[in-house]
T-cell receptor, first 113, second 113 residues
Framework: DAMVIQNPRYQVTQFGKPVTLSCSQTLNHNVMYWYQQKSSQAPKLLFHYYDKDFNNEADTPDNFQSRRPNTSFCFLDIRSPGLGDAAMYLC????????????FGPGTRLTVL | QQPVQSPQAVILREGEDAVINCSSSKALYSVHWYRQKHGEAPVFLMILLKGGEQKGHEKISASFNEKKQQSSLYLTASQLSYSGTYFCGTRGWNTGTASKLTFGTGTRLQVTL
């Protein structure tokens, strides 16, 4: 089945220690999104790629970076995690940016000690 | 600005109906509805692209009033499986807002026996 896969499902890191979360998709979708979701809150868009075009949200901290080496993979790098970065990180894909449903991966829950 | 959903939370008995509203301060191109169960990723329910459009999915349907910038989700004869948090996601008309979803504040729905 075509799907969105995130690894790892759970990640524990230390304060200030860089961490990378990965997302892969077999849907061959053009757009990949990274969301941050904190407890009892809505998903908040961090950035998205439309093919190779990178779109950063204005309020996404510089601490968060992303890479998309090819259509199938996208990475979220947190350079110096703080306690406030503990959250569920969701990857999603859509065929096109406009009017299309988004398919979400299962998420990576990040804990910062 | 984040769309506002009402009510914030609702408890239903199995078989009862519910309406969840989503209101935006900006002109909308489309409205998406997602359901998220605790600890899981959001799951797409439906998308409404045209003003006045109504769509249905089994016993769940939705309407979109473009003029009022509002959408409503209707759950009929609720089942235990309907429990979860419902989010609307909105897209705007201009280039910057059309390519991304802004999720609403969420409505927590619990269906009991």
């Amino acid at each position: 089945d075509a799907m969105v896969i995130q690894n790892p499902r759970y990640q524990v890191t230390q304060f200030g220690k860089p961490v990378t979360l990965s997302c892969s998709q077999t849907l061959n979708h053009n757009v990949m999104y990274w969301y941050q979701q904190k407890s009892s809150q809505a998903p908040k868009l961090l950035f998205h790629y439309y093919d190779k075009d990178f779109n950063n949200e204005a309020d996404t901290p510089d601490n968060f970076q992303s890479r998309r080496p090819n259509t199938s993979f996208c990475f979220l790098d947190i350079r110096s995690p703080g306690l406030g970065d503990a959250a569920m990180y969701l990857c999603a894909t859509s065929r096109l940016p406009w009017g299309n449903e988004q398919f979400f991966g299962p998420g990576t829950r990040l804990t910062v000690l | 600005q984040q769309p506002v959903q009402s009510p914030q939370a609702v408890i239903l008995r199995e078989g009862e109906d519910a309406v969840i509203n989503c209101s935006s301060s900006k002109a909308l191109y489309s409205v998406h509805w997602y359901r998220q169960k605790h600890g899981e990723a959001p799951v797409f329910l439906m998308i409404l692209l045209k003003g006045g459009e109504q769509k249905g999915h089994e016993k769940i349907s939705a309407s979109f009033n473009e003029k009022k910038q509002q959408s409503s989700l209707y759950l009929t004869a609720s089942q235990l499986s309907y429990s979860g948090t419902y989010f609307c996601g909105t897209r705007g008309w201009n280039t910057g807002t059309a390519s991304k979803l802004t999720f609403g504040t969420g409505t927590r729905l619990q269906v009991t026996l």
